[in-house]
C-alpha cells in the first residue's frame, strides 16, 4: 500500500538547471497538490489539480509548472532553477468527498539549488 | 497579518504533563479545521479534524471558538512519543485547499 511516493528524495542543482519532480499516488483521489516548505514559514501551496487534465495556481506558482496528464501523477517542473527554490518539497493528495477528507503526503523531496 | 498563526514553541514539557496549543487564523468565512502532526523531517500527518462542538480523541482534545477565531489543542498525559511539530491547519477554498500554520514544537521530556 503505497499511497503517496515523491521522486526523487534528494537532489542538488545547479543555478539555471531544470529538473522535474514526479508524484504519485494509488488511492485514486481526484485532487492533488504541491507544496514547499521552508524554515519559518510553514508549508505554502505552489500549484494543486481538482482532477485529470487540469491545474490551477497556488500561493507561490511563480517559477514552477505541472502538469497532471494522467489521474495517478502530479509533476512539478522546475524550468531555471534559483538558490530562492531551495527548499523541501511534498506532494499530497486527498478524496473530493467532503471537506474532512484528510490531504495525504508523501515523504518529500529534498532540493538543494546550488 | 498571516491566514494562520501559532505560537512556534518549543514547549518543553515533562512526560505526564498536560498542554494545550492555540491558533488563531483570519478568514472568518473558513469552515474546516484540523490539527497536523508533523515529525522531524518527515511529512504531515492527520491527527484530527477540530469540530464546532469540540472533539476528542483518547488523550487529544480540540475545540473550536469560531466567535473569537481560535483553535485549540489538548494533550493530556504526554509521552515521549508526543514529541512532534503540531500543524494548525485551515480549508480555505475549493479543492479541498488547505492553509497551514508555521507550526508549535512540542519536546517532552522524561
Known amino acids: 500500500n503505497a499511497g503517496v511516493t515523491q521522486t526523487p528524495k534528494f537532489r542538488v542543482l545547479k543555478t539555471g538547471q531544470s529538473m522535474t519532480l514526479l508524484c504519485a499516488q494509488d488511492?485514486?483521489?481526484?485532487?492533488m497538490y504541491w507544496y514547499r516548505q521552508d524554515p519559518g514559514m510553514g508549508l505554502r501551496l505552489i500549484h494543486y489539480s481538482v482532477g485529470e487534465g487540469t491545474t490551477a495556481k497556488g500561493e507561490v506558482p511563480d517559477g514552477y509548472n505541472v502538469s497532471r496528464l494522467k489521474k495517478q501523477n502530479f509533476l512539478l517542473g522546475l524550468e531555471s532553477a534559483a538558490p530562492s527554490q531551495t527548499s523541501v518539497y511534498f506532494c499530497?493528495?486527498?478524496?473530493?468527498?467532503?471537506?474532512?477528507?484528510?490531504?495525504?503526503f508523501g515523504d518529500g523531496t529534498r532540493l538543494s539549488i546550488l | 497579518r498571516k491566514e494562520v498563526e501559532q505560537d512556534p514553541g518549543p514547549f518543553n514539557v515533562p512526560e505526564g504533563a498536560t498542554v494545550a496549543f492555540n491558533c488563531t487564523y483570519s478568514n472568518s468565512a473558513s469552515q474546516s479545521f484540523f490539527w497536523y502532526r508533523q515529525d522531524c523531517r518527515k511529512e504531515p500527518k492527520l491527527l484530527m479534524s477540530v469540530y464546532s462542538s469540540g472533539n476528542e480523541d483518547g488523550r487529544f482534545t480540540a475545540q473550536l471558538n469560531r466567535a473569537s477565531q481560535y483553535i485549540s489543542l489538548l494533550i493530556r498525559d504526554s509521552k515521549l512519543s508526543d514529541s512532534a511539530t503540531y500543524l494548525c491547519v485551515v480549508l480555505t477554498g475549493g479543492g479541498n485547499k488547505l492553509t497551514f500554520g508555521t507550526g508549535t514544537q512540542l519536546k517532552v521530556e522524561l
Open positions: 499530497a493528495s486527498s478524496s473530493p468527498q467532503g471537506p474532512d477528507q484528510p490531504q495525504h
Open positions: 488511492m485514486n483521489h481526484e485532487y
